[in-house]
């Protein structure tokens, strides 16, 4: 059975890009344009192995939701990585405080993508 993944992102043009990287290499994707989408994903999922969230969108941003996902029972262990135009130590810092396991600066490569959600993705 594929596993799943949520991308959650403002950009749909980058979700395009990343759920054509992570479908070709056999995961299932769910998508959403902000956190709070996010979160109803996350409501309506049987089980999320891995999340990629962008940093800053609208109505709540990629620090806040990876906060909210720590506290969510069925999906508190899924690992996240942040995928971000933001590259300063604070916000990663921010990001690990909040739980996130790896952070990409866009324009990322797909092959850095698929390497760091393979190595994260849980069985």
Do not use: C
């Not at 299932?28 to 996010?38: K, P, T, W």
């Amino acid at each position: 059975m594929a596993k799943t993944i949520l991308i959650v992102d403002d950009s749909s043009s980058l979700r395009t890009v990343v759920k054509l990287a992570l479908t070709r290499a056999g995961y299932d994707v769910l998508e959403a344009g902000d956190g709070q989408q996010g979160l109803a994903q996350l409501d309506k999922a049987a089980k999320v192995h891995l999340i990629v969230s962008d940093v800053n969108m609208p109505v709540m941003d990629g620090i806040s939701f990876v906060k909210q996902v720590k506290q969510h029972p069925r999906h508190r262990f899924a690992p996240v990585v942040m995928l971000t135009t933001e590259g300063q130590d604070a916000k990663k810092e921010q990001g690990r405080a909040a739980g996130a396991k790896a952070w990409i600066v866009k324009p990322f490569n797909p092959p850095q993508l698929l390497d760091a959600v393979s190595k994260l993705i849980l069985p």
